[in-house]
Nanobody, 128 residues
């Protein structure tokens, strides 16, 4: 059974940092593309970052590029999202998801397909 559990959310000040973790079970991490998504109050869910299964290629939305870093530790079955230079607009519930597909977009961001497996999410609040 595929399971994903997010952790590491919390309250951060503007300009601060948080590191989110997505711990997976029920599959080998290097066989699935993993995406991070977020949903702010009253807004639609949006893709934030993605790391591909085959070659660990990474993708970022333009709103977080240069501030967030996605990585994975296959031995620990964990995908990380290091978030630096946080802004109030980064506030939201962050989810990780598995087994979708990501590819680059002309805008510099990326496209993604449906991800069938999701975690429960972790709250990130950026406020002074």
């Amino acid at each position: 059974q595929v399971q994903l559990v997010e952790s590491g959310g919390g309250l951060a000040q503007p300009g601060g940092s948080l590191r989110l973790s997505c711990t997976v079970s029920g599959f080998t991490l290097d066989s699935y593309t993993i995406g991070w998504f977020r949903q702010a109050p009253g807004k639609e869910r949006e893709g934030v970052s993605c790391i591909s299964a085959s070659n660990s290629r990474t993708f970022y939305s333009n709103s977080v590029k240069g501030r967030f870093t996605i990585s994975r530790d296959d031995a620990k079955n964990v995908v990380y999202l290091q978030m630096d230079s946080l802004r109030p607009e980064d506030t939201g519930v962050y989810f990780c998801a598995a087994n979708g597909h990501c590819q680059p977009a002309p805008s510099g961001s990326y496209y993604y397909t449906e991800f069938p497996s999701w975690g429960q999410g972790t709250q990130v609040t950026v406020s002074s």
